[in-house]
């Protein structure tokens, strides 16, 4: 499979792959740094995870991104029509009941736009390319992502545990979309995941010992290796004992010092950690809720 094919292989990506400037980095490098690789192939980005994973990731490989809308406004900024090409997303509304709720859900298009000497073609996935004006495409209201060469390399440990630690957030939130045994298309992705973990895993700490056996597991044994990649993550951060011994004994039951630390990460800590936080009282709420259900159902 040729780097382009890989490419367009994962289709959550596809838009925005086309307008990265060729890289020197491997493929599963860069799509372990975006996160592309900690999810099945057929489950849809959301806005929150372009912002959170996507974006972010870009980082060491030396690039700069933003995801903004395609207003009039934009249209007007000094050098935006010099540009060459822009990733076009269109996000579904998110709504709770009847209310709409501020943000942006599923992503539910992407194309790519750019400039030719003829004028902007737009280019969507699976479909013929075609000539437009800026200003039809802004009526469309489509996100634009803008990226740029940064003005230096990010440094390479701080990018991977950054890459890790949204990995690990992603497992707790979201098991139901890790890559499987499946489908040929997560294979595909488990082999990525246990190369980019195995490049990962340099020294001789112990986070770094779990990483190597993420990576050793990953194909084979993918639950395995999400545990450890989780362990690693937790323990990178250096927490308090009871905070840590919270996230990592994920069934036993919390104590009252373990709940304050947990409310307290949720508030003030980085956004991975505070998913985590989240995730693990939303847990242990739920068994409290279940025990107090079946006790009521034997009186």
Same mark, same amino acid.
Not at 40 to 58: A, E, K, M, R
Not at 200 to 215: P, V
Not at 222 to 250: D, G, R
């Given at each position: /499979? ?26 599963? +490098? ?32 030396? %690039? ?15 050098? %935006? ?40 073609? /737009? ?31 990010? +440094? ?61 597991? /990953? ?81």
């Amino acid at each position: /499979m040729s780097g382009r094919q890989a490419r367009r292989s994962n289709s959550d990506l596809w838009a925005v792959w086309q307008i990265l400037p060729p890289s020197a980095l491997p493929l599963w +490098f860069l799509q372990g740094l975006t996160g592309s690789i900690a999810r099945t192939v057929n489950s849809s980005l959301c806005y929150s995870d372009v912002c959170s994973w996507f974006l972010p990731g870009l980082k060491y490989p030396g %690039f700069h991104a933003e995801l903004i809308p395609f207003t009039p406004g934009l249209l007007r900024q000094p050098g %935006f029509r010099q540009r060459h090409s822009f990733a076009l997303l269109w996000f579904e509304p998110q709504t709770l009941g009847h209310n709409e709720a501020e943000g942006f859900g599923a992503l539910s298009r992407q194309a790519v736009l750019a400039r030719t000497k003829s004028g902007w073609q /737009m280019h969507g996935e699976g479909a013929e390319t075609q000539a437009v004006q800026l200003e039809e495409v802004q009526m469309l209201s489509p996100f634009v992502v803008q990226v740029s060469r940064a003005d230096r390399r990010g +440094f390479r440990r701080a990018a991977v545990w950054s890459a890790l630690q949204r990995w690990a957030a992603f497992y707790a939130n979201f098991p139901q979309y890790l890559p499987t045994l499946q489908q040929q298309e997560d294979v595909f992705n488990l082999q990525n995941a246990a190369l980019f973990l195995g490049a990962a895993a340099t020294g001789h700490t112990r986070e770094n010992r779990l990483l190597r056996k993420a990576a050793q597991n /990953m194909e084979k044994h993918p639950l395995q290796a999400h545990s450890a990649l989780y362990e690693a993550v937790v323990i990178f951060w250096q927490l308090p004992y009871a905070a840590e011994k919270a996230l990592l004994e994920t069934e036993a039951p919390l104590s009252a010092a373990q709940v304050w630390e947990l409310e307290y990460l949720t508030r003030a800590a980085v956004p991975e950690l505070r998913a985590l936080a989240a995730a693990r009282l939303q847990r242990a709420e739920g068994v409290q809720h279940a025990e107090k259900s079946g006790e009521g159902g034997r009186a």
